[in-house]
C-alpha cells in the first residue's frame, strides 16, 4: 500500500466538523470516487469526528490517499488522546452509549465504510483508522 | 449569531436548509421551530433538505426530536427533498428517522402536510355543501 498524498487536521471545536467534512469531500472528489460513496465516508468521518469531539474534547485526523493493487481510496487516521474505551466490543454494539446519543457513531461508521480499526487504551486514547475505496469494495 | 430563516406561510412553517449545519445551528433551529410553532399556532412544519449532503445520526436525531416536539405541539413535521445518497446512507448507518414524515419534493409534502391537517378538522361544511349533489343523482 503506498500513499500518495497526506494531510493533518486538528480538531478542536464543534466548528472545525463542516472544514474537515469539505477536506474529506475534496479527497473523495480527487481520486473520482462516486457519490454514493462520498457520502457514506463523509457520513462516517463525521460520526467519528464527533465522537472525538465529545469524549475526547478534540484531537487530529490524518487524511491520506492511498493506492493498493491499482486501486485508489481515502484512509482517514483519527488519533485523540482522551479518556479511551473500557470496552471496545460494547462501544461497537448498536445502541450502546455512554453518553445520551442514540449509540449509533461507531457501528454506523463501520458499516459505511470498507475497511474499519479501532484500538484505544483507557487513560490513553483511541485511534480508528478507516479506508473507503474508489469503488466502495 | 448565524441562523436559519423560518416562513410561515399560511397554517404551515417553511425551512429551507442551504448550508452544511454544524451542532449549534441545528440546535438553534430546533428550539427556534419550536418556540415558532407555539407562537404561530402552526399546524405543519415542512423542511426542505435537498441541499444537505450529509445527514449524520446528530442531524437524525435532531430531525426526529423536531418532529416529535411538534407533534406534541399539535403540528405535523413533513421532511422533503432528501438526495438519494442521503437516503442510502441513513438506512446503512441504521437511522431510519422513524416519526418523521418524508415527501420527494416540496410540493409533495405540502400535500401530505395539508392531508394530515384535514384529517382532524371538522367537515361538516364541506358535506353541507355535497349533500344537494348526492341527493340529486
Known sequence: MITLTKDTMQIVREQDVVPFRNRVREYATKIGMSLVNQTKLITAASELVRNMLKYASGGKVILEIISKNAQSGVRLTFVDEGPGIENVQQAMQDGFSTGKSLGLGLPGARRLVNEFNISSTPGQGTTVTVIHWKHGR | ?137
Open chain 2, 1 to 137: 449569531m448565524e441562523r436559519i430563516p423560518i416562513l410561515k406561510m399560511g397554517s404551515f412553517l417553511l425551512v429551507t436548509i442551504q448550508v452544511d449545519l454544524y451542532d449549534r445551528l441545528a440546535l438553534n433551529l430546533e428550539s427556534d421551530l419550536i418556540n415558532m410553532v407555539s407562537k404561530t399556532g402552526a399546524r405543519g412544519v415542512l423542511i426542505d433538505i435537498s441541499a444537505v449532503s450529509i445527514v449524520d445520526s446528530f442531524m437524525g436525531r435532531i430531525l426526529g426530536n423536531i418532529a416529535s416536539m411538534s407533534r406534541i405541539m399539535d403540528a405535523e413535521t413533513v421532511v422533503v427533498g432528501m438526495q438519494p445518497a442521503v437516503a442510502i446512507t441513513l438506512v446503512e448507518l441504521g437511522l431510519t428517522l422513524q416519526g418523521v414524515y418524508t415527501a420527494l419534493d416540496v410540493e409533495k409534502g405540502m400535500e401530505l402536510l395539508q392531508k394530515k391537517i384535514d384529517l382532524y378538522a371538522p367537515q361538516s361544511e364541506d358535506e353541507e355543501e355535497q349533500s344537494p349533489d348526492d341527493y340529486t343523482d
